[in-house]
């Protein structure tokens, strides 16, 4: 199972004494040679000939789009400023000949204006990518010119008012068709410096190629008297292997006797529980509170021993070269929700904070093994809240790099703690298999030593890194860099034009969190304002109220140091009144202060991390004044009791009737089969649309689930009927046994055991 055993079985094939019969290399020397260096010369012309190409090809790019499109952005550059210059005078002065000669300097400058956007609108040069947006802002610009100086000719309209007119209506246009052009300016400019580039990379490669030619002909000299040395060293070298095999059947014998004294403890821990607490239960059965919590405990440890269990078989499929990584589409929201529900219970117990903070996070939707992430981060994460004391931080935060050239977008995750750290040493040896630092303070802690083994085989697998920095008694950081693809079509952008320059609070003592909360409103086109704590927040309430600018929305942290959210909620409320939605925001569950919040004027709870899909959706939510009818639809669907039919096949009586319950529960209704010839017969002799949903296992007598599924799409198809959906609801559970599933014709793979969430989220697919 381990590394070890592994190294033992390669030491010794590569240390056979046996050579196998084959060619005498040194005879066939010139015939090498010479196909080599022929290979050189025609990858040396191929090199030469692609690098002139492609240096040729970046000239005649620049000349018809490159110089064009910098000439006119540069000019669209200047004459913003001077149109941003020009309607600021209308503040000063506005008489009819002043106005006149103000919309007379408009028309001027608009004439050599509008045809250099229209150039930049018009250009096929892969550098103004947003030429159009800039042709369509521009358009908006003239408008508002004109509606300015229509609105000075007004009589009795002051000077504050032209300037509100400005700051609102004409400076935000212009600044924002500055930012645009000044991306083109940027982009074609970089266009002419990758000419250079390129030329220079192109050169050197050429003369790199000229060297290996002449290098792979001094070499071929020598090769053969390598060869002839080359019988001696593998004399020698057989030597040598019999005596690391030796050693490394030692070490191997070792590692096994580590892990099984170390799985024995691990997993009799767990199962030592589950038997006591049964035992406990039994005793207890007209005591439904003592009966629950053993059975909360019982969960808890079942858990525990199956995450034992799942690592040494991941590790036996890593060792075996058998793991495959699935290509899902899935959303980080969603799994860093899914990572914070296991984590923060821990944390909690043991009063731990946990900081999670989503940075520049802009693709929220991607393409990747969404499980083996998980699992990655919930190792590392899982082992900060072990390895930290009562009352210590862990602090957990996603950053997104822009886009790579193949398409690729790199994400960080980062996970520190201030918990008992690592030796040098130890860091050195942490991802070796069965590896567990040999200190007091975790002596007692439960595992494998498989977990970070695990971890770094998977993100290396994923194309991903990993680092780790500890020191002992300061804490340790960990840092996983993993490539993703982003989801075509993944993040469908959630219209916020009609809350355009809504005023919008957010109150928080972790800086990074307000900076990233100001961030996403800001690049919303929202006025977003920031505060540091509670009393700061309630006077910044009070100022904007007396200066009847009121926030229209406000998110509020509910821990906070000193004032907490809940108490400055109470105190807003008590100074503005209850027109604002007030927003409680919490990496924790509200559930034990909804009461008091909402008593308080909370308006709704938004789930830390902070991602822009959610705050957006929020904030449409509780501050648009039509709210979509989708909204409310969606929330009806989340409680509503489903409709359907369900077709249960599984052999095994107990989980045959657990799986029943728990189907049973969301109102569907259940019918069962016992095997794969049962399935076929039920849903062959029932009526098209008889049943709505297939739950079908895949190892099972008389017939297995996938000759099964073959079975009933042969048979739907021969007979021109509408087969049901059919999911597989098994224990084999690696992604070689999805992919038989799928290929047999199942439309949906989940394994046991049942994750109540997905199978809530199956059921609701299929089922009315």
């Not at 020397?29 to 196909?35: D, G």
Request: net charge negative.
């Amino acid at each position: 199972m381990g590394s070890g055993a592994q190294d033992t079985r390669t030491a010794k094939a590569g240390g056979s004494g046996q050579r196998p019969a084959g060619r005498d290399w040194s005879v066939q020397l010139p015939a090498i040679a010479a196909a080599a260096l022929l290979v050189l010369l025609a990858a040396f012309f191929a090199v030469t000939l692609n690098n002139t190409m492609v240096t040729t090809a970046q000239i005649e790019a620049m000349r018809t789009g490159a110089y064009p499109v910098s000439v006119a952005a540069g000019r669209v550059e200047t004459q913003l400023v001077q149109m941003r210059t020009l309607a600021d005078r209308p503040i000063f002065v506005r008489s009819e000949e002043a106005l006149d000669s103000i919309d007379k300097s408009f028309a001027e400058i608009d004439a050599e204006l509008a045809e250099n956007i229209k150039i930049l609108a018009n250009s096929e040069d892969q550098s103004v990518m947003n030429g159009h947006d800039l042709e369509a802002e521009y358009r908006e610009l003239i408008r508002q010119q004109k509606a300015l100086v229509a609105y000075c000719r007004i009589e009795g309209v002051g000077d504050a008012q032209v300037q509100k007119f400005v700051d609102e209506n004409i400076q935000p246009l212009i600044a924002d068709l500055l930012a645009t052009n000044a991306v083109i300016l940027d982009r074609s400019t970089a266009a002419v410096e990758e000419l250079y580039a390129t030329g220079s990379e192109r050169g050197s490669q050429t003369v790199v190629w000229a060297v290996v030619l002449m290098v792979a002909v001094v070499v071929s000299l020598f090769l053969y008297l390598y060869l002839l040395r080359r019988r001696w060293v593998q004399q020698q070298q057989l030597q040598r292997n019999v005596e690391e095999a030796l050693q490394l059947a030692q070490s191997a014998s070792e590692a096994k006797s580590q892990f099984l004294s170390n799985m024995s403890h691990d997993i009799r821990t767990p199962m030592n529980a589950i038997v006591g607490l049964t035992t406990i239960a039994s005793s207890h059965v007209d005591d439904p509170e003592r009966i629950s919590e053993c059975l909360g405990r019982i969960t808890t440890s079942s858990k525990h021993l199956l995450c034992l269990i799942n690592d040494v078989l991941d590790m036996s499929k890593i060792e075996s070269g058998k793991i495959v990584l699935n290509e899902d589409r899935f959303s980080f929201p969603e799994m860093v929700s899914e990572l914070v529900t296991i984590v923060q219970p821990q944390a909690k117990a043991k009063e731990q904070r946990l900081e999670i903070v989503i940075g520049n996070v802009e693709q929220e939707t991607v393409v990747g093994d969404a499980m083996r992430l998980n699992q990655a981060l919930l190792n590392i994460l899982g082992n900060a809240v072990k390895y930290t004391p009562e009352g210590g931080m862990i602090r957990f935060a996603i950053n997104e790099e822009p886009a790579r050239p193949d398409g690729t977008r790199l994400y960080h995750f980062l996970v520190s703690d201030n918990g008992i750290g690592m030796s040098a040493e130890f860091v050195r040896h942490m991802f070796d298999p069965f590896e567990r630092e040999e200190k007091v303070a975790v002596s007692s802690t439960e595992g494998t030593g498989l977990g970070m083994a695990i971890t770094k085989n998977v993100v290396e697998m994923m194309g991903g890194t990993i680092e780790v920095e500890s020191a002992p008694g300061v804490g340790s950081a960990f840092k996983v860099t993993v490539p993703l693809r982003p989801a075509p079509d993944g993040d469908a952008d959630l219209d916020m034009s009609d809350l355009a320059g809504l005023r919008v609070l957010v109150v928080d003592d972790d800086a990074d969190v307000l900076a990233g909360a100001v961030d996403i409103l800001v690049g919303e086109g929202l006025r977003g304002e920031a505060a540091p704590n509670g009393y700061e927040a309630v006077a910044m309430v009070m100022n904007a109220h007396i200066e009847d600018d009121d926030y229209r929305a406000i998110v509020v942290d509910w821990v906070m140091t000193g004032m907490d959210g809940v108490e400055t909620v109470r105190q807003i409320r008590r100074k503005v009144g209850e027109a604002v939605p007030i927003i409680l925001l919490s990496a924790y569950d509200w559930t034990e202060v909804e009461d008091e919040a909402r008593a308080a004027g909370v308006t709704a709870f938004l789930s830390k991390p902070l991602f822009r899909s959610r705050l957006c959706q929020t904030l449409r939510r509780y501050c648009a004044e039509d709210r979509p009818a989708e909204e409310v639809a969606d929330e009806k669907r989340e409680s509503r009791q489903l409709q359907g039919r369900v077709l249960l096949v599984e052999d095994n009586e107990l989980n045959r009737d657990i799986a029943a319950e728990l189907i049973l529960q969301t109102g569907a209704l259940v019918e069962t089969a016992v095997n794969g010839a049962e399935a076929v017969e039920k849903v062959m002799q029932a009526q098209d649309g008889y049943y709505d949903l297939v739950f079908m296992d895949m190892r099972m007598p008389v017939m297995g689930g996938l000759e099964a599924t073959q079975t009933i799409c042969e048979l739907a198809r021969h007979e021109d009927r509408v087969r049901p959906p059919i999911v597989a609801m098994t224990a084999n559970a690696f992604s070689s046994d999805r992919a038989q599933a799928l290929a047999a014709g199942m439309d949906g793979f989940m394994a046991k055991p049942i994750d109540i969430r997905e199978l809530e989220r199956t059921l609701n697919k299929y089922l009315r």
